[in-house]
Structure formats: structure tokens, C-alpha cells
Nanobody, 123 residues
């Protein structure tokens, strides 16, 4: 059974940085991993996704140039480095996994989910 645990969220001032981690247990080497977020009153949206090998990544337009996704398969961990944070980045951030071909970074394509970690950007 694949399990995902997020960490690294918190309160940060605008312009600051955070690094989120997604630790996976189970058979993770064949899984693409994605980061998603959900702000109050809004739908869950894709932030960034990475293929099982790490060779393919994609980003939402709203985070391009500010966020970087990476994975360390030896540690079964995926990271999301978030720089130049803005108040509109405030949300609960989730990591999720899918098996099979690397696909669109949208929630419906991902079957396994972590419990989420809160990110708040505020002065």
C-alpha cells in the first residue's frame, strides 16, 4: 500500500521561501508524483508534477520560475522548493502519486494522496 506524508509547510512572509517534502513508502519507483494545492473556497489545482524517473516535469503557469520540483528516488522523497512566495500561494499543499504514463498534472489523474500540509504566506 502506497503511503505519502507531506512536511515542511508553515507561515512565511511574502517573498520568502519554503521547501516541502513528500516521503513515500511502498512501491514508489514506478510512480509519478505531483504537488497540488487547495485554497479555501477553491478547487484543488495542480502545482507541479514529476515523472517516475525525474526526467519530465511540468508546472502551473502561476508558479513557473518560482517553484522547483525534484525527487530523490534513493530516499523515496519528492521536494517542492518554493521561492518568492506570494499571499496567493496560501493553501493546503498535497502530494499525490500515480502509476503508468506521465500525464496531465491534474487531480483526477492521481490516485494516492497524502494528508496535506498548510502553507500560509502573510506579513
Amino acid at each position: 500500500q502506497l503511503q505519502l506524508v507531506e512536511s515542511g509547510g508553515g507561515l512565511v512572509q511574502p517573498g520568502g521561501s519554503l521547501r516541502l517534502s513528500c516521503a513515500a513508502s511502498g512501491f514508489t519507483l514506478d510512480y509519478a508524483i505531483g504537488w497540488f494545492r487547495q485554497a479555501p473556497g477553491k478547487e484543488r489545482e495542480g502545482v507541479s508534477c514529476i515523472s517516475s524517473s525525474g526526467g519530465r516535469v511540468n508546472y502551473a503557469d502561476s508558479v513557473k520560475g518560482r517553484f522547483t520540483i525534484s525527487r530523490d528516488n534513493a530516499k523515496s522523497t519528492v521536494y517542492l522548493q518554493m521561492n518568492s512566495l506570494k499571499p496567493e500561494d496560501t493553501a493546503v499543499y498535497y502530494c499525490a502519486a500515480r502509476s503508468g504514463l506521465f500525464s496531465l498534472c491534474v487531480p483526477r489523474n492521481y490516485a494516492y494522496w497524502g494528508q496535506g500540509t498548510q502553507v500560509t504566506v502573510s506579513s
